[in-house]
């Protein structure tokens, strides 16, 4: 007898009884799956030793040759001590085929639970308790979005996708239940019904909106915006998202260039070594950026930059890039080099860097010819419309159109089905009645133009959930060669929104804005929109060719870090909430001061990613030493600080003390009861901050309890108190390390709240520096804990001159597989911002192979 499925209604919920909105694929997937039984049943397993031998059997085989159906020929996988694998084969169909089995072999359960997430089919492994994520994650249709795209692909990309998913097929036909990984075994304690499905394309493709999705911007900021204007004036909230500091923080492109292809090289500069730098640009900005308390630095986002040979040691350039996402066990990112055995036209494969385990081709790195980068574009992609719901219908212009409507079915491991309609307007799927701010905001929306007797619902217009090119770019990056088939792939990267740099053998240094950018009507994004009035509906995209671009900018130098793309008087709104520009200028600085001494080198680029200053710890350093401080143990603390060089190193107690000052004050300030202020963006907290230490007068200053001394000198102390109690009375023993450490958590049963259970996923914790706002940016969450939540995900370096004297590291290690040797093996070299060499030649490749692997074709 068949059990009738629960029909859930989403359009009558209170927000109060709804989840938050998944802020991240990294926080949104901990998994509380166990019970009594499973413990005891995991304990006894312990006790049995039968652990141990579950643990080792799903480990890869590395050496010899393995016979396996769908291969043209012998395809070699040749893989470093650390794991990083090389596959070489004849043909294109061949060597996506051998990386599909290499991931497979690494990280097959990874692959698997991430499409279970973006299809919202978490249920189908965890149960009910998975239900509102899945419901959630199926309203926005990432699944259906995929299969779209995979019918846009041309007949050579879409050969590429399937060859990948017959390598992970071949390898799964050899390899199921525990065999696959130890998490196989974990779960069928608790599902032992559950079955591996074969790969497809679109498993593929649809990990590539869970990336946008973690890259959005500013959906937060606009919902913030929008609950905050129930409670606050403009002006006060104008004041607490200050604009981007133009006048003290650089820019990306000053002048974007109309010639795409204006200055480029053809070939090395004879007098590239000699040539002379232009510092006008980039002197203003770090003249200003020193004006307040000398260097600065930025916030937690993602750093890439680029140098001229202009400026290097080796005359050719340097290109650096370290993107910032959650911390995750195993890291996001898979090192791999795919080599055609003989480089044609039909096989134009050679090319190495980091990639996404479940997608083909490289992500991030370089070939032969040209190195690239990304970080966060934080233009603004999403918008929130509130949306006048009439029954089935809505308003749109002053009549009712009908609501979009689909069923959604949910299989629940060990319970009924579950049935959700999903209703979608002309601007996307309506998320309220799924997630508590959106709720909030359409239950206290008011507004004077609304349609009477009307309820509001809040729809998501977002570019990821149109069908897009993102998953033809990865290959066209790929075998790019020069600046123009570098543009012409970046021109097929719709989303996420990304700051693309660049360089080439010739010398050239570039960047490229891609991506589709919204043209706004009425709007400009800040605040949810009327969705009634199609005045506010986007009118288009930004041409590419209008797009922000430089080749070979005269400063020698381009840098990213989520700061502005462009000044206010470009011709198109991007957005608002960039990142404010202090890594930026950190960044710049660093570099400037490095060229006026000497020639730039890897060692150079690697210690501006491992720089850890922290901006706000100076600026309240020189606040407080004018600041009466009558308690001894208070007084010592701040003495750390004057004596401090704002290094937020791992030993430092100073450092410890100056972020706990920080958060102190931050707390004291914007979390007064009844009047609470997000605290999720702390480098834009750094510039509303700053303006008020400059104005005593300021109400902030009253409504937090006294004068702006009064209010300094209680929060020294009580930041005193808290370090106190966290580290001892001692400050020779305070250090920031073990209050900021990173604890690796497995993204599923590493949240378990089972502790045998976590301590097979689990990793650390371990003692980390730099912190939110810094170059080495290791973020926490301000208000709540000191704990490192997102981190520089890998660090590369790439040299122009020398691709075997490039160096990579990321963070945790190449096998998805606990207690693998190459589980968590680059964590130490991660935390010490140490990176290992990176062999791209036949020959460096052949040397440093510490295994070798044949796929052959079976008989």
Not at 13 to 20: C, F, Q, V
């Amino acid at each position: 007898m068949t059990t009738p499925a629960e029909t859930i209604d989403a359009s009558h919920t209170d927000a109060e009884a709804l989840p938050r909105r998944p802020h991240s694929i990294g926080r949104i997937v901990g998994i509380s799956v166990f019970g009594l039984i499973a413990l005891v049943v995991v304990l006894a397993l312990v006790v049995a030793g039968f652990v141990a031998w579950t643990v080792q059997r799903s480990f890869p085989t590395l050496d010899g040759t393995i016979e396996v159906d769908g291969l043209n020929a012998k395809v070699e996988v040749l893989r470093t001590d650390q794991g990083a694998a090389t596959v070489i084969a004849n043909t294109t169909g061949d060597l996506f085929f051998g990386q599909g089995y290499v991931h497979a072999q690494d990280r097959f359960w990874e692959m698997d639970f991430r499409r279970h997430v973006t299809s919202g089919r978490l249920t189908e492994l965890f149960g009910a308790s998975q239900l509102e994520t899945d419901m959630f994650l199926r309203t926005l249709g990432w699944r259906d979005i995929a299969e779209q795209e995979v019918e846009l692909l041309d007949d050579t990309v879409r050969g590429y996708y399937q060859a990948y998913a017959d390598g992970v097929n071949a390898w799964l036909e050899q390899n199921q239940g525990a065999d696959a990984s130890l998490e196989y075994a974990v779960l069928d304690l608790q599902n032992g019904d559950y079955e591996i499905e074969p790969w497809t394309i679109a498993d593929s493709v649809a990990w590539l909106k869970a990336m946008a999705w973690d890259l959005r911007t500013n959906v937060e900021t606009e919902t913030e915006r929008g609950l905050l204007a129930q409670d606050h004036t403009a002006d006060e909230i104008a004041e607490l998202y200050p604009g981007y500091p133009f006048d003290r923080n650089p820019i990306i492109v000053p002048v974007p260039q109309a010639a795409k292809t204006a200055n480029v090289r053809e070939t090395p500069d004879a007098g590239i070594h000699t040539a002379g730098v232009t510092w006008t640009e980039v002197g203003t900005v770090v003249e200003a950026a020193n004006a307040l308390l000398g260097d600065v630095g930025e916030g937690v986002g993602s750093n890439a930059w680029v140098v001229s040979g202009d400026l290097t040691e080796s005359g050719l350039p340097l290109l650096a890039n370290d993107p910032h996402l959650g911390a995750s066990m195993p890291s996001i990112w898979h090192q791999v080099d795919l080599k055609c055995r003989v480089v044609t036209e039909n096989c134009a494969f050679d090319v190495a860097g980091f990639g996404f385990s479940g997608v083909p081709g490289v992500v991030i790195g370089h070939n032969a010819r040209i190195a690239w980068g990304f970080t966060n574009l934080t233009s603004d992609v999403a918008d929130l419309y509130i949306e006048a719901v009439d029954g089935d219908e809505y308003w749109r212009d002053g009549e009712l159109v009908p609501l979009e409507t689909r069923t959604e079915t949910f299989r629940v491991a060990g319970g009924d089905d579950v049935e959700l309609e999903v209703r979608s307007t002309v601007h996307g799927p309506i998320i309220s009645g799924l997630t508590a701010d959106e709720t909030a905001i359409a239950e206290g929306y008011v507004s004077e133009d609304a349609p009477e007797g009307a309820e509001y619902a809040v729809a998501l217009r977002w570019t990821a959930l149109e069908p897009g090119n993102t998953a033809a770019s990865i290959f066209a990056l790929d075998v790019a060669t020069d600046w123009e088939s570098f543009q012409d792939a970046a021109a097929l990267f719709d989303v996420p929104a990304q700051n693309l740099v660049y360089a080439d053998t010739a010398g050239n240094i570039g960047y490229q804005a891609p991506g589709k950018l919204p043209i706004r009507g009425a709007g400009d994004g800040a605040y949810p929109q009327p969705g009634w009035d199609s005045a506010y509906d986007w009118q288009g995209y930004i041409p590419f060719d209008e797009l922000p671009s430089v080749i070979n900018p005269p400063q020698g130098f381009i840098v990213t870090a989520n700061n502005a793309v462009v000044g206010p008087d470009y011709e198109y709104f991007l957005g608002d909430d960039w990142a404010q520009g202090w890594r930026a200028a950190r960044i710049a600085t660093l570099i400037e001061r490095a060229a006026a001494t000497e020639k730039l080198t890897v060692e150079s680029m690697r210690e501006i990613q491992a720089d850890q200053e922290f901006w706000m710890g100076l600026r309240l350093a020189s606040v407080f030493k004018d600041v009466p401080i009558d308690d001894p143990g208070t007084a010592e603390a701040i003495e750390l600080l004057r004596r401090w060089d704002g290094q937020n190193t791992a030993s430092s107690n100073a450092a410890a003390y100056a972020n706990v000052l920080w958060d102190t004050l931050a707390v004291r300030l914007f979390q007064q009861p009844g009047a609470e202020v997000p605290l999720s963006n702390q480098g834009r907290l750094y510039l509303v901050v700053d303006t008020l230490l400059n104005d005593p007068e300021s109400s902030w200053w009253s409504d937090a309890g006294g004068t702006r001394d009064e209010v300094l000198a209680d929060v020294a102390h009580d930041a005193y108190d808290r370090l106190v109690a966290l580290q001892g009375d001692n400050p020779k023993a305070w250090n920031w390390g073990s209050l900021h450490a990173l604890t690796l958590t497995s993204g599923t049963f590493g949240s378990s709240g089972i502790a045998p259970i976590e301590w097979l996923f689990n990793r650390g914790p371990f003692p980390v520096g730099g912190g939110s706002s810094v170059v080495d940016a290791t973020g926490w969450r301000l208000g709540e804990s000191f704990e490192t939540v997102t981190v520089p995900s890998m660090r590369m370096i790439v040299d122009l001159a020398d691709f075997d004297a490039s160096r990579w590291n990321h963070l945790t290690g190449n096998s998805g597989h606990a207690f693998h040797p190459n589980y968590a093996d680059q964590t130490d070299d991660w935390v010490n911002a140490r990176l290992s060499p990176w062999p791209f030649s036949r020959t460096a490749v052949k040397a440093a192979a510490a295994h070798t692997l044949v796929l052959a074709p079976a008989a």
